[in-house]
């Protein structure tokens, strides 16, 4: 079993910065693929960025074109943890960002990953 506990979001202006973190615990992270997913209200959960396990020094990275260029996700296997750098955000980025963890491979479809955090709500202000 692995639990995902987010936090690191919170109500920020347009044009701001916010540092999502995603802390792991029951397995370590480094065989497992981990993403990013935000759901806005009355709209579906959707992928946002993704970082694939890897062996060596090269990671698979995926991000939705919705923010490419604005967000980056990186990962930390010592301390079992992962970020997802957020700048330049828009209104429209404001939902509650999930992270989410599955093993070895990045995939964009939510159905695809056993586990989840609670979540953490983003609010950006115009």
């Known amino acids: 079993q692995v639990q995902l506990v987010e936090s690191g979001g919170g109500l920020v202006q347009a044009g701001g910065s916010v540092r999502l973190s995603c802390a792991a615990s029951?397995?370590?992270?480094?065989?497992?693929?981990m993403a990013w997913f935000r759901q806005a209200p009355r709209k579906e959960r959707e992928f946002v960025a993704g970082?694939?396990?890897?062996?060596?020094?090269?990671?698979?990275?995926d991000y939705a074109d919705s923010v490419k260029g604005r967000f980056t996700i990186s990962r930390d296997n010592a301390n079992n943890t992962v970020y997802l750098q957020m700048d330049s955000l828009k209104p429209e980025d404001t939902a509650v960002y999930y992270c989410?963890?599955?093993?070895?491979?990045?995939?964009?479809?939510?159905?695809?990953?056993?586990?989840w955090g609670q979540g953490t709500q983003v609010t950006v202000s115009s």
């Open positions: 970082l694939s396990w890897s062996a060596g020094s090269t990671s698979y990275v």
């Open positions: 989410a963890a599955r093993f070895r491979a990045v995939v964009a479809v939510a159905s695809e990953y056993a586990y």
């Open positions: 029951g397995r370590t992270l480094s065989r497992y693929a």
